[in-house]
């Protein structure tokens, strides 16, 4: 990696880190600058416009997630074990133990877009969630074929309410504070486990 490569990484890294506590609208070229101690022309030389380094940086959060929480899980054994490792790491990237100090970068931006006229970033970030959706799905429909989980359970509706539990997760633990949010989440997804085996 030559040096301007290693510089736009680090400075997706900061802005990563910028977003998952201020939010792609708090995110500027300028701030970034400041943070980097670089030039506002330099930075603005690797990424041309704010719409461009907002894309850039949910591409390296969407890549921070793959390294951090997809890859690894997918090392563990097909079906449920799997799901648990996806969700137990997903977890960790919620609270920012594997990653940002905002939590969950996805969730973060995703309030932010939802309601966004399409676009380049929104694009992305829907992009993004719904990999994350279909890998669920995918998992979960792994679990059925190893006898985990019974045949007629369905894998999206799995994938939803899974998502569901991890966005409250997210709400309580971050926005309310809740020292409980975590265990919560935990029943929760053991009982979703369990509905599934009926």
């Known amino acids: 990696m030559g040096k301007g ?14 977003v998952s506590t201020a939010g792609l609208n708090g995110l500027t070229i300028g701030l970034l600058a400041d943070r980097m101690q670089l030039s506002k022309s330099g930075l603005f030389a690797h990424f041309r416009s704010k719409e461009q380094l907002q894309v850039a940086v949910v591409e390296r959060a969407a890549e921070l997630f793959a390294e951090r929480v997809v890859r690894p899980a997918l090392q563990a054994p097909r079906g449920e074990p799997r799901l648990r490792e996806l969700f137990d790491r997903k977890l960790r990237w919620d609270n920012g ?13 995703s309030a932010e877009l939802d309601d966004a006229p399409p676009g380049r970033v929104r694009d992305r970030v829907v ?6 959706g279909d890998l669920l799905a995918n998992i979960f429909r792994t679990g059925i074929s ?46 979703l486990l369990r509905a599934a085996r009926i």
């Open 127 to 132: 992009s993004a969630e719904r990999d994350y």
């Open 146 to 191: 190893e006898g985990h989980f019974r045949p007629d359970a369905d894998p999206e509706q799995y994938a939803f309410d899974i998502r569901g539990v991890l966005l409250s997760y997210h709400h309580a633990s971050r926005l309310l504070a809740d020292p409980k949010a975590e265990d919560r989440a935990r029943t929760a997804f053991e009982a």
């Open 97 to 109: 133990d594997l990653a940002l100090p905002g939590g969950c970068f996805f969730a973060s931006v």
């Open 5 to 18: 490569e290693e510089t736009r990484a680090a400075v997706l890294d900061e802005a990563a880190r910028v």
